[in-house]
C-alpha cells in the first residue's frame, strides 16, 4: 500500500513557464513533508519542506502548497529552467513514535523536463 | 560541517560473486543510518536503517545484508548476488529522521 503517491511519471515544461509536481498522500499522521531533487548517478539532494502547520512555504522559484484536507501537496517552480530537470521525489514523516514511523515515505518520482 | 562518502561509485559484478558496498558518515554522532535502492523506473525503496551500532532493521525480505560495526559505517553486504541486485543504492544519514535525510552520491551497481 502506497502511503505516498506521485501519480505522474513525468512531466515536460517549456523554459520560463510554471512546472507544478504534484504529490498525494493516504497517512493523517503524516505531519511534515519534503521535496527531493535528484540528477541521474547522484544522490537526492532536499530542496524544500513544509509542516503540516502551515499551508505553504517559498524558497524562491520553489514553493510547496499543503491542502491537508485533500491530504495533497506540490511543488511549484517558476519560472522553470533547464537546470530544473530531474526527478522530483515528494517524501512524507509521521513524529516518531518508535521504530521506523519517524522515517521519511516516498514516492516513486516524477521526472521533470525544461525544454529550452 | 557533517559529511557523507559513499564508494565505489560504480560498480560491475558477475552473478554469484559477494557484495560490500561501504559508507561513512563525518561530523556526527549516533546518526540515524538507511540504505536505499532505485531500481530502473521505480522509487526509493528503503532496504535497512539503523538507529545505532549492531542495530539494524530490514524492512525488504531479499538478498542482502547490512552491517554497523561502528557508529559512522553502515555496510551493505551480499553472500551471492542475482540479477536482480541491479540498481542505483544509496546510503543516507539523519539525526532527526522526521525532518529528513542527507543522501551520499550513490553506488551503481550492474550484475551481469
Known amino acids: 500500500d502506497q502511503q505516498v503517491k506521485q501519480n505522474s511519471p513525468s512531466l515536460s515544461v517549456q523554459e520560463g513557464r510554471i512546472s507544478i509536481l504534484n504529490c498525494d498522500y493516504t497517512n493523517s499522521m503524516f505531519d511534515y513533508f519534503l521535496w527531493y531533487k535528484k540528477y541521474p548517478a547522484e544522490g537526492p539532494t532536499f530542496l524544500i519542506s513544509?509542516?503540516?502547520?502551515?499551508d505553504k512555504n517559498e524558497d524562491g522559484r520553489f514553493t510547496v502548497f499543503l491542502n491537508k484536507s485533500a491530504k495533497h501537496l506540490s511543488l511549484h517552480i517558476v519560472p522553470s529552467q533547464p537546470g530544473d530537470s530531474a526527478v522530483y521525489f515528494c517524501a512524507a514523516s509521521a513524529k516518531n513514535t518508535g521504530g521506523s514511523q519517524g522515517n521519511l515515505i516516498f514516492g516513486k518520482g516524477t521526472k521533470l523536463s525544461v525544454k529550452p | 560541517s557533517q559529511t557523507i562518502h559513499q564508494w565505489p561509485a560504480t560498480l560491475v559484478q558477475p552473478v554469484g560473486s559477494p557484495l560490500s558496498l561501504e559508507c561513512t558518515v563525518e561530523g556526527t554522532s549516533n546518526p540515524n543510518l538507511y540504505w536505499y535502492r532505485q531500481a530502473a523506473g521505480r522509487g526509493l525503496q528503503l532496504l535497512f536503517y539503523?538507529?545505532?551500532?549492531?542495530?539494524i532493521s530490514s524492512e525488504v525480505p531479499q538478498n542482502l545484508s547490512a552491517s554497523r560495526p561502528q557508529d559512522r559505517q553502515f555496510i551493505l553486504s551480499s553472500k551471492k548476488l542475482l540479477l536482480s541486485d541491479s540498481g542505483f543504492y544509496l546510503c543516507?544519514?539523519?539525526?532527526?529522521?522526521?525532518?529528513?535525510?542527507?543522501f551520499g552520491s550513490g553506488t551503481r551497481l550492474t550484475v551481469v
Open positions: 543516507a544519514w539523519s539525526v532527526s529522521p522526521h525532518y529528513g535525510y542527507t
Open positions: 539503523s538507529i545505532g551500532i549492531d542495530q
Open positions: 513544509i509542516s503540516s502547520i502551515k
